[in-house]
């Protein structure tokens, strides 16, 4: 009996033992239940906190429509003030979503229970709208029936206004386009300004546009150029040889400020043309800092406005105009210039004849001299008419080559007798690189070969000579700076091939392309090339193709020297960061090396439009630090002999 009591009593303590290890685990277990509520209670509270203060727009709206949770910046935004407020408004209702449509979106995801994406503007304090991005997506219960709508708001205000503004500069860029595609390649200053006065009135709806030209020494002015809207009448004739204190007026306003206008209709303050119109805008013509003229729009309609637009296309025509007017005046001295050459030419001991297309395009009077024909009898007639027929394969050989170098070759005269003459045949430097240069003289009393040749190889190079010099001067004209930079850089090539030890027929090689190295800049627009300020990309890239552009007009001349690939070259660098093609070490030529040196030292040593002089010991820094991967060793070498020797002084 006591056993069995002893073992009921042992059974009772292990039954006691394992509830109390059992209410152990439980307690343990409600500790952890408890923890990972706490946890989840931590992290939700962190993660509506982090919702709260997001930069996104947080909201949910309800299957009724009401507002279920705003984050922080959408109360603040709708100045609702607490989550008890909004939990009062119907989202569906809600002035700021319905007026930019978002409500109804809402709605249809409601019903259709689909995520979706919209962009719309929002009243900023009922007063300037925002733009957001907005994505709506669907909240479904356990049962998957639909519990609301969670929406998601970034703000791309800012970026709508950028797209906007680029917009506007995109509208203004295809202005500039109208105007400028009107412009390109015309040559007619008369015709020019009358397109660009028309597209200019018609860009900005005005009546009329007028272009007046001071002339007598600035002291009067005349309407030179009118453009007419259909209907408007024509006021030029009555604003003709006008006093400069006529516009004295305008004069002053445009001093203080770039663009004058006149919208207190046709009363005139003092010192201001009768322009017959209600409203008028005007600004300066300026040739650089000089006042040339004034562009004006003019409106008889009382509720015009000028816009901005209308301002910057007035400004930026009244720069191109400029431009023109310049052009024309070198335009005029190049004419003169012609008009010397072409007298020069009629004043020749020579017989010279302009060739096109194997036909006379013109003679001087020494060719009649010669063979006794008048000019009226030769213009239009093949040359190879003139030409005895035993030499009139190699004249037409000599004029598909046009390599500048003597011959003799008999032509016939007006009755028929043969003439020993010599003829040399060049290509004409005109642009068009079309019309072939005979120059003939009787050789038919040559006593002496020897004495004969010499004087031939003296002319020829004189020609040559003159020729280059030519085409440098039409560089000079065009750029103000390569008057004084092309024959400082070919002295510096001199110096800098002696010291190289160059020989004399390659060293005339490379002074010949130092004279010609800049002619490619004539394919540069005038007002990039005496722009005062940075250049734009665009700007950079057309002057850096003025290599290419100099070795495309002097290909097809056949020195006796790679002059075309010297000027094709003399920007490009040792380590291949030049341009236009980026060769590098002895790929590219000696002279083109040395060319490339002395054109920086001269750029260095000079002024600029937009920055001064640099001195010499900058110009030795740069040789020195930059020896070796921009500049070749020894041409460095050379040029810092030249430089640093005593007494240099950059003479132009």
Known sequence: MMSEDKSNKTRLLEDLDNVRRRITELEEAENKSQMAEQDIRNRMDRFRLAVDNARLGVFVVGVQGRFQYLNGILLKRFGLGSMEKAREIDALSFEPFVTGGLSGEIRKCLDVRESARFDGSLEKDRKASSWFHIHLNPMFDS????AGVLGVMSEFTEQRVQT?????????????????????????FDDAINRTLASLGELASADRTHLFLLYDNDAMLDNTHEWCAEGVSSRIDKLQNLKKENFSGWIEGLRREPLLRNE???????????LGVRKSLIAAVHIKDRIAGFLAYGSDRKDKLWTERDGFLLRQVERIIGDFLERKRLDDTRKQRDQRFRLLAQSSAEGLLIIEKERILDINHNVGVLLG??????????LADLVVEGNRADVGAR??????????????????AALSVEMIVKTNPAPDMSQIIVAIRDVSHRTSREEEDRRDLVQTKEALAGTLQALASTVSLRDPFAAGHIPAV??????????LGIAPDRMEGLLIAARLHDIGKIAVPLEILSKPGPLTPAEQALVQDHPRAGHDMLKNIDFPWPVADIVLQHHERMDGSGYPDGISGNNILLEARILGAADTMEAM??????????????????????????????????????IQAPGFRLKK
Do not use: Q
């Open 143 to 146: 049962d998957g029936s639909i």
């Open 164 to 188: 906007e503004e680029m917009k506007r500069k995109l509208a203004l860029e295809k202005s500039m386009h109208t105007l400028l595609s009107g412009l390109v390649g015309v040559y007619d």
């Open 264 to 274: 207190g209709g046709t009363d005139r303050p003092g010192g201001r043309p009768d």
């Open 373 to 382: 024909w008048k000019p009226s009898e030769l213009i239009g007639k093949p």
């Open 399 to 416: 004029l598909k080559s046009a390599d500048g170098r003597p011959f003799e070759a008999g032509m016939l005269g007006r009755d028929g």
């Open 490 to 499: 070919e002295k510096l090539c001199a110096a800098i091939g002696e010291k």
């Open 605 to 642: 040593l000079s002024a600029r439009s937009n920055r001064p002089a640099r001195d010499i010991p900058a110009v030795v820094e740069e040789l020195s630090t930059k020896k070796g991967f921009l500049y070749d060793p020894d041409v460095a070498d050379a040029a810092l002999a030249v």
